[in-house]
C-alpha cells in the first residue's frame, strides 16, 4: 500500500535496543543549529544508521557519500562506552537531515517521530533550536559576531517534570515566544501526551551557518543529560572559522564598496 503526500513511515534498516535513549531533532533550524548539533554527535560518537524516514513530501533526491547513497531524512544511534552516573542517557538518537521539511509535512512527521520515540521506550527529545536575538542595542560592536561566552542558552519543556528537571536549575527558561516548525509541534505533542521533550535555544545568527551557537547546545547536552563527556572543542573551532571566513569577507566587501550580504559556505563537518 503506497503512501499519500502527507503520509510519513519510518523504516529500520537495523534492529538496535535504544530504550533509555535521548533522541535529538536534527532538522535544519536558525543557524543550522540543530543539523550541526546532530552531525557532531553523530561524527564524535561513530553513530551507525539504524533507519530512514519516508515520505511523498520529501525531496526526490540521493545524498552519496563515500560512494553509498543516502536518503535525505536518517536515524542514527549510538552507545558510548563510558559511564558518569546520575546523568540521563549513554544511549543516544538522532533524526537527521538537511533539508527544511515543508510545512505541509511537519505535523505528520513530528507525530511520527514522537510514536517511534515512544514505541521504543526512548527517554525523552531534544531539539536544538537558534534564537535570533537583536544585538544591536546591547552590543557596541553588532557588526562582529559574538563571542562564545556572550551566547546564552534558554530552555522550554513539554512537561512540568521536565522543566523543573532540568530546564530550570541550568539555564534561562523560555517564557515568552514563538518556536515553530519540527520543534514546535514535538513541544506542543510532548505536552499533549505527556511526554518529555526538551528545546534548548541558543542564541543564533540567521544567516550563516552557526556552529558556535551549536557548540554551546552541545555544551548543554553534555552537562545536564549524558554520562559520556563530549569534547566540543572541534566545534570551538569550527566556529572561528566562520567567524574569521566571515570578518574576511564583510572586509573585503567594504574595501570594494560593496552592501551585498555575504554568503558563506556549509561548514564541511555536515553528513
Not at 51 to 63: D, M, N, Q, Y
Not at 82 to 102: L, M, N, Y
Not at 189 to 199: I, Q
Request: aromatic fraction near 6%.
Amino acid at each position: 500500500m503506497g503512501l499519500g503526500p502527507d503520509d510519513v513511515r519510518i523504516y529500520e534498516v537495523k534492529r538496535v535496543d535504544v530504550e533509555g535513549a535521548i533522541v535529538i531533532d536534527g532538522f535544519p533550524s536558525v543557524g543550522l543549529v540543530s543539523s550541526i548539533v546532530a552531525n557532531y554527535l553523530i561524527d564524535t560518537l561513530d553513530m551507525e544508521q539504524i533507519g530512514i524516514v519516508e515520505s511523498p513530501s520529501f525531496p526526490t533526491v540521493s545524498l552519496v557519500r563515500n560512494g553509498n547513497p543516502q536518503h535525505p531524512v536518517r536515524i542514527y544511534a549510538g552507545q558510548p562506552s563510558s559511564d558518569r552516573p546520575g546523568h540521563v542517557a549513554d544511549k543516544i538518537v538522532a533524526f537527521v537531515s538537511e533539508f527544511h521539511p515543508a510545512p505541509n509535512i511537519i505535523y505528520p512527521l513530528a507525530n511520527a517521530i514522537l510514536d517511534w520515540v515512544q514505541e521504543q521506550r526512548c527517554a525523552l527529545v531534544v531539539s536544538p533550536e537558534g534564537l535570533v536575538v537583536e544585538r544591536a542595542a546591547v552590543d557596541p560592536h553588532p557588526g562582529r559576531p559574538p563571542k562564545l561566552s556572550e551566547v546564552k542558552v534558554y530552555g522550554c519543556a513539554s512537561t512540568r517534570r521536565a522543566r523543573e528537571l532540568y530546564i530550570e536549575p541550568n539555564m534561562n527558561p523560555f517564557t515568552e515566544g514563538v518556536i515553530t516548525g519540527i520543534a514546535g509541534v514535538l513541544l506542543n505533542e510532548g505536552r499533549r501526551r505527556g511526554f518529555d521533550v526538551l528545546t534548548f535555544l541558543a542564541e543564533a545568527q540567521a544567516d550563516y551557518p552557526d556552529a558556535r551557537a551549536a557548540a554551546k547546545v552541545i555544551e548543554t547536552i553534555n552537562r545536564i543529560l549524558l554520562r559520556t563527556p563530549l569534547d566540543p572543542i572541534p566545534l570551538y573551532h569550527e566556529a572561528e572559522r566562520i567567524e574569521q571566513q566571515l570578518l574576511s569577507i564583510q572586509r573585503h566587501a567594504a574595501d570594494k564598496g560593496h552592501s551585498e550580504r555575504p554568503t558563506v559556505a556549509s561548514p564541511p563537518m555536515y553528513r
